[in-house]
């Protein structure tokens, strides 16, 4: 009996490491893929209990819940994904070393990843500048940046020469750019929607932050540099998705616990709204028909 079956884990003689008859000599193993297992546990527990936690709450006040509860679902599947030793891609190793862990001719790289991200992201900036009540056309510009910036990634990764590293540099200045918002534009943003409101985006808004800082760093000893071995890069990676994600989205639901959405220019329409209005449990700031912002009296975004 192999070590694969002894300990339970067969994904990697299920879909061994040959894509169109290309084969990656430079690939994770069964550490690898349980880490990925355990990660893609987490990301389901915790895709549970925030939808859980948005049953606590009037359906006019979830909007949080779904974005992050969304986040974590997506990331689920990805990591089932490369736990299973699926949706990758051979790339020649450049540079190709020495050191046993990162020897070989191609190396294993998770395109998968990139499909999570280029979703996942998204939504997490969503998450952050609606929290701030930053204007729509800001929010879609920095999502089409962010955009800009995982695509560059995955190109990068799946090129073989040095070119990537030109893919990495425009990665990074979209970056730059993102973190720009969210220290600078966002957060004063947010200070001027309340102190509660201020402090929940600091903390998420500064983890985000802290944390898309790394990842250039990993791609840069992954897919880039070729440093780290197949399985550290999943540790890697992994570490900081579940920081980015399930932590994230817990501290950002706790932040939001008692911030009414329609304070954020976020007022969502419902079937029973005149059934509550009735019965005294409608929203603040909602009289003869108007719905304002909590603010400074403005109009509110309705949906």
Not at 25 to 38: F, L
Not at 195 to 223: H, N, Q, R
Not at 236 to 256: C, E
């Amino acid at each position: 009996m192999s070590t694969l079956d002894k300990r339970g884990n067969g994904a990697l003689q299920a879909n061994p490491f040959t894509v169109n008859g290309a084969s990656a000599d430079i690939h994770i193993t069964t550490h690898g893929s349980d880490w990925y297992w355990a990660v893609c546990a987490v990301m389901i527990c915790a895709t549970f209990a925030f939808m859980g936690l948005a049953h606590t709450k009037p359906r006019q006040q979830r909007i949080f819940h779904y974005i992050t509860a969304s986040i974590t679902l997506v990331a689920s599947v990805a990591y089932f994904s490369m736990g299973s030793n699926l949706g990758w891609t051979p790339i020649g190793a450049n540079p190709q070393r020495s050191n046993p862990l990162v020897r070989g001719m191609y190396r294993e790289i998770f395109y998968v990843r990139y499909i999570d991200w280029v979703i996942t992201t998204p939504l997490l900036l969503m998450d952050l500048l609606l929290t701030a009540a930053m204007p729509w056309p800001t929010i879609l510009y920095v999502i089409l940046i962010d955009e800009v910036m995982i695509i560059t990634g995955l190109v990068g990764a799946l090129v073989y020469s040095n070119y990537k590293w030109a893919y990495f540099v425009f990665g990074c200045m979209a970056l730059f750019y993102i973190v720009y918002v969210l220290a600078w534009e966002a957060r004063k943003h947010a200070n001027a929607m309340g102190k509660d409101v201020g402090k929940a985006f600091l903390i998420c808004g500064s983890l985000t932050t802290f944390l898309w800082m790394l990842y250039p760093i990993a791609w840069g000893l992954c897919e880039g540099g070729n440093v780290i071995s197949t399985d550290s890069e999943a540790v890697f990676y992994g570490i900081l998705d579940l920081l980015a994600k399930p932590v994230f989205g817990a501290l950002l639901i706790w932040g939001h616990k008692g911030i009414d959405p329609a304070r954020l220019g976020l007022h969502v329409h419902d079937y029973d709204e005149k059934d509550q209005a009735i019965h005294g449990n409608g929203h603040n700031g909602v009289a003869n028909g108007e719905h304002t912002n909590g603010t400074n009296g403005a109009p509110a975004t309705t949906v």
